[in-house]
């Protein structure tokens, strides 16, 4: 699904070269929700932000569902990205707009009909569980309730791959539950992909299939979460 083949990503900061993915090599398949540990500065976020080419590979590979995304062009990589949603740390809302025209924001960028728009939106808000919510702003939530729906907004092109960048960071024990038992229930029930990156060994414990471990740029170890580490 999606596959990641000798990447690296170098930054300049002044006159020092910063190597902050280094020949990673990584393989998601279908339907798994795939981890990323590692402490903060260990390259997750670059790595995750190049997966769907928000930020641009240095060199190497990224594939996905055998679609080479660093070789395509802009139109062509906004719709790959269609497929590819997104969720944040910080949850990233338009914080001027209800939480309705938030998660229809990606629909009214693929140009939907209104009436589909107004269906898909509800029935998103249903699933994470926020029906009567679509007229708050997003000020007026709760951050687990924020990531809900930053979840439904990035449910609203139906993709195939969720990626999750420190999704539960912001969050508290039990909210941070509830978020990662939607993100299994998402994953269960419509066969989507999960790639995500965090520094908490809980999450990755909680719903992860598979893991890599990252430490400076680099993959240190990867494979079941059984066999990387014992559950308790
Ligand atoms: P993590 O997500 O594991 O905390 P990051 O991917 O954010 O790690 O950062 C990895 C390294 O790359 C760090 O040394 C960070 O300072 C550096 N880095 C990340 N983004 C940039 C950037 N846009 N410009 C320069 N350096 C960056
Ligand atoms: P988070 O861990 O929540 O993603 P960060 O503070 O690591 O937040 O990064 C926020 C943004 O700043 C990212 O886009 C990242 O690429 C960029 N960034 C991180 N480190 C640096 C850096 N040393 N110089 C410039 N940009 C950076």
Same mark, same amino acid.
């Given at each position: 699904?999606?596959?990641?083949?000798?990447?690296?990503?170098?930054?300049?900061?002044?006159?020092?070269?910063?190597?902050?993915?280094?020949?990673?090599?990584?393989?998601?398949?279908?339907?798994?929700?795939?981890?990323?540990?590692?402490?903060?500065?260990?390259?997750?976020?670059? $790595?995750? /932000?190049? %997966?769907? +080419?928000?930020? =641009?590979?240095? *060199?190497?590979?990224? !594939?996905?569902? @055998?679609?080479?995304?660093?070789?395509?062009?802009?139109?062509?990589?906004?719709?790959?990205?269609?497929?590819?949603?997104?969720?944040?740390?910080?949850?990233?809302?338009?914080?001027?707009?209800?939480?309705?025209?938030?998660?229809?924001?990606?629909?009214?960028?693929?140009?939907?009909?209104?009436?589909?728009?107004?269906?898909?939106?509800?029935? $998103?808000? /249903?699933? %994470?569980? +926020?029906?009567? =919510?679509?007229? *708050?702003?997003?000020? !007026?939530?709760? @951050?687990?309730?924020?990531?809900?729906?930053?979840?439904?907004?990035?449910?609203?092109?139906?993709?195939?791959?969720?990626?999750?960048?420190?999704?539960?960071?912001?969050?508290?024990?039990?909210?941070?539950?509830?978020?990662?038992?939607?993100?299994?229930?998402?994953?269960?029930?419509?066969?989507?992909?999960?790639?995500?990156?965090?520094?908490?060994?809980?999450?990755?414990?909680?719903?992860?299939?598979?893991?890599?471990?990252?430490?400076?740029?680099?993959?240190?170890?990867?494979?079941?979460?059984?066999?990387?580490?014992?559950?308790?």
């Amino acid at each position: 699904m999606i596959t990641i083949k000798n990447l690296q990503k170098t930054y300049r900061q002044g006159n020092r070269i910063v190597e902050a993915v280094k020949d990673v090599n990584i393989e998601v398949k279908k339907g798994e929700i795939f981890g990323v540990i590692g402490f903060s500065g260990a390259g997750k976020s670059t $790595l995750i /932000r190049c %997966v769907n +080419l928000l930020e =641009k590979p240095t *060199s190497g590979l990224v !594939q996905v569902n @055998g679609l080479e995304l660093t070789s395509l062009t802009e139109p062509e990589l906004r719709a790959a990205r269609r497929k590819i949603g997104m969720i944040f740390q910080h949850f990233n809302l338009l914080s001027s707009s209800t939480v309705f025209e938030n998660v229809a924001a990606p629909l009214r960028l693929a140009r939907a009909p209104k009436k589909q728009i107004e269906e898909k939106v509800n029935e $998103l808000l /249903r699933l %994470v569980g +926020l029906a009567d =919510k679509g007229g *708050s702003y997003p000020s !007026q939530l709760s @951050g687990g309730q924020k990531q809900r729906v930053a979840i439904a907004r990035a449910l609203a092109n139906d993709p195939e791959i969720l990626l999750c960048d420190e999704a539960t960071s912001a969050l508290d024990p039990q909210t941070t539950d509830s978020i990662l038992e939607l993100l299994l229930d998402i994953n269960r029930r419509f066969d989507i992909t999960i790639m995500l990156i965090t520094h908490e060994m809980y999450v990755i414990k909680q719903i992860c299939d598979r893991v890599a471990v990252m430490e400076q740029g680099a993959v240190v170890e990867q494979g079941t979460v059984l066999d990387i580490f014992a559950r308790p």
